[in-house]
């Protein structure tokens, strides 16, 4: 871990860039993701991430330099907790952002598992987006693929609800519906598509086959063209007419786990 000046300014080169990235909503100039609070700190470490630079505030320095112990290629820089909460996006940082180099997948990586992959269609809410990533990861998907009109894959707000699963899961990022089909026909996968009212209760689907699961858009759900593709599975519910989108991956994915038989 090397220490740097510390930061006094808000118009330092650093925090701007990393309120640019927040703002846009993705990576750095020099394509790192904005990593906020100690969590995601901890998971970049644990993900064995390359991690060039850390802004702590004084109040939590002590465990940052913990936690970099080490760490001989990062950077550490002081700065006021002020000055952090004003670049960030979160209500509260911790006093911690980390700039994190994302790991390097190509699309053929997220089907090397044995698991569903669960493609993202147009899913918009950055928090949705990051917890359907992490029910992934809990649930034994072999990765991801994430179709352009999604939310940003490193909006910091998208990494935060994904509690770190991001780092790990491998994905196909940018896809247009053709190139999604193509991919998954390609790699001999079954589709399901999660539908809000009509379709196989998730028991009566087969995940232990090579498959893929569909998550729609918020409002519209899937596309016609996955509809057409695939078969539809709608989770039953008793007093509310639908489920929130992270919600029912969820559902679907701890089914496809538990007909795998893994544990």
């Not at 699309?107 to 950055?126: E, K």
């Not at 034994?140 to 790990?168: D, E, I, Q, Y």
Request: aromatic residues 4%; contains cysteine.
């Amino acid at each position: 871990m090397k220490q740097a000046p510390e930061i006094q300014s808000p118009h330092n080169l650093l925090l701007k860039e990393i309120h640019r990235a927040v703002r846009r909503g993705g990576l750095t100039r020099e394509g790192l993701c904005v990593a906020e609070g100690f969590h995601l700190l901890e998971e970049a470490l644990r993900s064995e991430l390359r991690v060039p630079a850390v802004l702590a505030s004084q109040e939590a320095a002590g465990r940052v330099r913990q936690l970099l112990r080490g760490r001989a290629e990062t950077r550490l820089s002081l700065a006021a907790a002020e000055l952090l909460a004003r670049a960030g996006s979160a209500e509260t940082t911790q006093g911690v952002i980390a700039l994190v180099e994302p790991s390097a997948f190509e699309p053929g990586d997220a089907f090397r598992a044995a698991g569903p992959v669960v493609v993202l269609d147009s899913v918009q809410d950055p928090g949705n987006a990051g917890a359907i990533a992490r029910a992934a990861e809990a649930f034994g998907a072999s990765g991801l693929v994430w179709m352009k009109g999604t939310a940003a894959r490193w909006n910091p707000k998208t990494l935060r609800a994904s509690a770190g699963s991001l780092f790990r899961l491998p994905a196909a990022e940018g896809l247009e519906t053709e190139e999604a089909l193509s991919l998954l026909r390609r790699h001999g996968r079954r589709i399901y598509v999660a539908e809000p009212r009509e379709g196989l209760p998730p028991w009566r689907a087969d995940w232990r086959e090579p498959c893929a699961l569909v998550i729609g858009n918020e409002a519209r759900g899937p596309q016609q063209a996955f509809r057409a593709a695939g078969a539809a599975v709608c989770i039953p519910t008793a007093g509310v007419e639908s489920l929130n989108a992270a919600v029912a991956a969820a559902v679907l994915l701890y089914e496809s786990m538990r007909q795998r038989g893994e544990k």
